[in-house]
C-alpha cells in the first residue's frame, strides 16, 4: 500500500501495523497468515522466564537419572516431555517463521530478572530475530520493594541483553509507575531501541460461587487506549526510541488516532482474535481511505499532528486538558458553563 512505509526499530516495515503476541503466532501457519493479512512486522508469543526454569529443571533431572546408567547420558539434553511450549520449540517456530514470511519477525522474552535472559535472547537473534521486545511482566508483592528498585530491573534487563545481542531491543512497559515519562526517558538512555505503551496485566479476580480465584483473560476494548495514546503524544520527540502503541485496536480510527499522537507503529491482538488475520487489511484500508481522504500521501505527514510539542511544559498542558475535559463534560451533563 502505497504510502503506508515506515520505520520500526530501524527496520523498514511496508506499513505501520505490528501483530502483537497473541495465540495467532505460536504456529508457522498463524505468522504466515498474519502476513498474508497485511501487516508490517509480527512479534511472536512471550517465551516466559518459568518455561526456561522448568525445561532446565527438567534436563538436570532427567541426566542425573540417565547418569546412573550411561555415562554418554551426561552430556544429553532429551527433548521437553510436555506440551508446553518451551525454548527448543520456541527457537524452531521462529526459525521456521523468519524462512517463511518477508516481515520481520520479532521474539519476545516475558520474565522479571537479567539472569538467564541474555542466553535465550542471543539464541533468538541466532534464529533469525529481527529484533526482541522485553516483555517485562513484574508486580512488586513485596510491600518493602520500593519504586526505584522496580525501576532499576528494568534497566538491568536492558543492559544484560543490550550487551548480549546486536539485533534492535524493544521494552514493553506497563502504566503502573508513579512516573512513566521519567522511567522511559531512562530506558531510552540506557539505550533502549524502542518503547512498547502499555503491558496490559492480566489480573485474577474472585468467583463469589465457589469462593475462588479465577484467572480473567480479557481482550482489550478501545476505551483503553487513552492512558497508552496519551503517553504516547507526552513522549513522541522527547525520546529518539521507537514509540509502539499497544491496547484499544480494533477499528481503522484507532490505528489514525495513535499514529496523529506521535506512535511509529501500532499493535493490536485483541482486534486479530476477534476478527480472524485478516481484519488486517480491513485496519489498512481503512487507513488508507482516511490518508486520501485528508489529503496526506504518507504516514509520516499526519504522525505526531497531535502529539505534545517538545518546547511545551507538558504537566501544565496535561492539567489544562484534564480541566478542559471536566468543564466539557459539566456542559453536556448539567448545562454549566
Do not use: C
Request: proline residues 5%; glycine residues 10%.
Amino acid at each position: 500500500m502505497k504510502g503506508l512505509g515506515t520505520s520500526y526499530l530501524g527496520l523498514q516495515l511496508r506499513n505501520p501495523l505490528v501483530a502483537s503476541p497473541s495465540p495467532l503466532s505460536q504456529t508457522v501457519d498463524g505468522v504466515r497468515s498474519l502476513a498474508d493479512g497485511g501487516v508490517g512486522a509480527v512479534v511472536l508469543y512471550s517465551l516466559f522466564e518459568e518455561q526456561l526454569r522448568r525445561e532446565a529443571e527438567l534436563n538436570a533431572r532427567l541426566v542425573d537419572e540417565g547418569a546412573d546408567s550411561y555415562g554418554e547420558a551426561l552430556s544429553y539434553f532429551p527433548p521437553s516431555t510436555t506440551d508446553e511450549p518451551g525454548p527448543r520449540q520456541y527457537l524452531s517456530l521462529l526459525e521456521r517463521s523468519v524462512a517463511a514470511v518477508d516481515v520481520p519477525v520479532i521474539g519476545s522474552l516475558n520474565g522479571t530478572t537479567p539472569g538467564g535472559w541474555t542466553r535465550y535472547a542471543t539464541a533468538m537473534q541466532e534464529a533469525g530475530a529481527a529484533a526482541i521486545e522485553l516483555n517485562i511482566y513484574y508486580l512488586p508483592g513485596d510491600p518493602h520493594t520500593s519504586g526505584r528498585d522496580v525501576e532499576q530491573r528494568h534497566l538491568d534487563i536492558l543492559a544484560a541483553v543490550k550487551q548480549a545481542v546486536t539485533v534492535p531491543i524493544a521494552v514493553k512497559l506497563s502504566p503502573y509507575f508513579s512516573s512513566i515519562g521519567e522511567v522511559a526517558l531512562r530506558l531510552d538512555q540506557a539505550g533502549a531501541d524502542g518503547l512498547v505503551l502499555f503491558n496490559r496485566f492480566l489480573q485474577p479476580d474472585i468467583d463469589a460461587e465457589t469462593i475462588t480465584v479465577a484467572a480473567a483473560v480479557g481482550l482489550s476494548h478501545p476505551t483503553e487506549a487513552r492512558l497508552p495514546r496519551t503517553w504516547i503524544a507526552l513522549l513522541s520527540g522527547r525520546v529518539s526510541a521507537s514509540l509502539a502503541a499497544t491496547t484499544g485496536v480494533e477499528s481503522p480510527t484507532d490505528v489514525v488516532n495513535y499514529l496523529l499522537a506521535g506512535a511509529d507503529v501500532v499493535m493490536t491482538t485483541s482486534a486479530l482474535l476477534r476478527h480472524g488475520a485478516a481484519h488486517a487489511g480491513v485496519l489498512l484500508d481503512g487507513l488508507t481511505e482516511w490518508m486520501q481522504r485528508k489529503g496526506f500521501g504518507t504516514v509520516g505527514e499526519l504522525r505526531g499532528l497531535l502529539a505534545v510539542p517538545a518546547e511545551t511544559d507538558a504537566q501544565e498542558h496535561e492539567r489544562s486538558g484534564y480541566v478542559r475535559a471536566m468543564r466539557d463534560a459539566n456542559s453536556r451533563l448539567y448545562g454549566w458553563t
